[in-house]
């Protein structure tokens, strides 16, 4: 019994290793590939994914409105409810928007791009301000990987999102329950490294600040 108890867990074991390994081994390409940039071009690669990122998210909430969508877009993802997502549809139907709505998911993916991007260059350029192999340095680079890989959830919502407006009335209603997880895990991914992102580089700043007046004041 316990012979055969064992061989069944090894598949799963080695699943969760390779999974491990991959985390390990992107985080490892990040960390190395980002130290290569001279800091202030860095800088500006992340500044400049930000502000693409604003660009494409106003894009995006102009084309959600237009698509008269009857609920913030946070809330129709995370329903969890085959029966409450076909109303929404069934709204936008009887108000002709539903291409609009179809165009937004395109759109959506543009925006997916920046977010990615921006969650690569901007946590690694923060995790640089802070000293070389200490924990704020590696917690940040971490960051970096969370961010992007909100992105992929919310890229499979999407695809998700798809198989459920090719039949926006007739959809079986536990495909909102992948559709809400996938959303759900995209806030937390993305959510979390933005805020872990913005806490590390006030740390940096107050950092870098105290070793400015320690220098000034052994002068």
Same mark, same amino acid.
């Given at each position: 019994?316990?012979?055969?108890? #064992?061989?069944?867990?090894?598949?799963?074991?080695?699943?969760?290793?390779?999974?491990?390994?991959?985390?390990?081994?992107?985080?490892?390409?990040?960390?190395?590939?980002?130290?290569?940039?001279?800091? /202030?071009?860095?800088?500006?690669?992340?500044?400049? /994914?930000?502000?693409?990122?604003?660009?494409?998210?106003?894009?995006?909430?102009?084309?959600?409105? %237009?698509?008269?969508?009857?609920?913030?877009?946070?809330?129709?993802?995370?329903?969890?409810?085959?029966?409450?997502?076909?109303? #929404?549809?069934?709204?936008?139907? %009887?108000?002709?928007?539903? %291409?609009?709505?179809?165009?937004?998911?395109?759109? %959506?993916?543009?925006?997916?791009?920046?977010?990615?991007?921006?969650?690569?260059?901007?946590?690694?350029?923060?995790?640089?301000?802070?000293?070389?192999?200490?924990?704020?340095?590696?917690?940040?680079?971490?960051?970096?990987?969370?961010?992007?890989?909100?992105?992929?959830?919310? /890229?499979?919502?999407?695809?998700?999102?798809?198989?459920?407006?090719?039949?926006?009335?007739?959809?079986?209603?536990?495909?909102?329950?992948?559709?809400?997880?996938?959303?759900?895990?995209?806030? /937390?991914?993305?959510?979390?490294?933005?805020?872990?992102?913005?806490?590390?580089?006030?740390?940096?700043?107050?950092?870098?600040?105290?070793?400015?007046?320690?220098?000034?004041?052994?002068?």
């Amino acid at each position: 019994v316990f012979r055969g108890m #064992y061989f069944s867990s090894t598949p799963k074991i080695y699943k969760e290793k390779t999974m491990f390994n991959l985390i390990q081994s992107t985080y490892q390409t990040i960390r190395t590939q980002t130290e290569k940039l001279n800091l /202030a071009v860095h800088f500006v690669l992340a500044v400049a /994914a930000f502000g693409l990122m604003r660009v494409a998210n106003i894009i995006l909430d102009n084309s959600y409105a %237009d698509s008269k969508f009857p609920v913030p877009y946070y809330v129709g993802q995370t329903a969890f409810s085959g029966e409450q997502i076909k109303e #929404y549809y069934a709204f936008m139907i %009887d108000a002709g928007t539903l %291409d609009i709505y179809w165009q937004t998911q395109f759109i %959506d993916y543009a925006f997916i791009g920046m977010v990615m991007i921006t969650g690569l260059l901007l946590p690694s350029f923060v995790a640089r301000l802070h000293q070389k192999g200490s924990w704020w340095y590696t917690i940040t680079f971490a960051f970096a990987v969370l961010m992007p890989l909100g992105g992929l959830f919310d /890229a499979i919502e999407n695809l998700i999102s798809f198989v459920m407006l090719a039949r926006p009335e007739t959809f079986a209603n536990w495909i909102a329950i992948p559709y809400s997880t996938f959303a759900v895990m995209k806030f /937390a991914a993305i959510a979390s490294s933005q805020v872990g992102t913005a806490i590390s580089l006030l740390a940096a700043l107050i950092l870098k600040g105290w070793q400015w007046t320690q220098t000034k004041m052994a002068v």
